[in-house]
């Protein structure tokens, strides 16, 4: 079978890994754009984790971080409600929605996984058309090798 060729894997590399550096550019200028900080502690804790990958890039683990309350920013909620209200707070809500992170998250992804099935689809379909290949099979066999046609 043949081997993934390194240009290949390189690009899917580069592309993970600008995705993954590119998020968190996408994310840092939202925060300062909407004003989704006090103390900036949110755009300060915007970080990319190391990628993970099982060095072909077939498998890869991407992960990025940030301080929890940039969730309630996204959706617009939080403490101006205290536990137990029972749903009337007597005043008209004051947070809104700033959405911050959810908003091209979701069509980056879509992106991110059109590129990888077109990469691994490219290259499933050398392999396969390799493995078609009567003279390459002859060449690659140790049978064909022992009798000296290789």
């Known amino acids: 079978m043949a081997q993934p060729s390194q240009q290949s894997i390189e690009a899917r590399q580069k592309y993970v890994e600008a995705w993954n550096t590119t998020m968190v ?3 840092r200028e939202r ?3 909407l004003g989704v900080y006090d103390t900036g502690a ?3 804790s915007v970080l990319s984790l190391p990628v993970q990958a099982d060095g072909r890039f077939y498998d890869i683990t991407l992960s990025q971080t940030f301080l929890e309350y940039g969730i309630w920013q996204d959706l617009g909620v939080g403490r101006e409600v ?3 209200n029972p749903g009337n707070i007597g005043r008209a809500k ?3 929605r700033r959405r ?3 908003v091209k998250y979701y069509a980056s992804v879509m992106r991110l996984r059109d590129f990888m099935a077109e990469s691994l ?3 499933f379909k050398e392999m ?3 493995a078609l290949d009567s003279s390459r099979a002859k060449n690659s066999t140790q049978y064909y090798k022992r009798k000296g046609y290789a």
Do not use: D, M, P, T
């Open 25 to 27: 550019n996408i994310w």
């Open 31 to 33: 925060i300062s754009k």
């Open 42 to 44: 949110l755009w300060r």
């Open 82 to 84: 205290y536990h137990g």
């Open 94 to 96: 004051v947070r809104e």
């Open 100 to 102: 911050w992170f959810s």
């Open 121 to 123: 689809g490219a290259e």
């Open 128 to 130: 396969f058309c390799n």
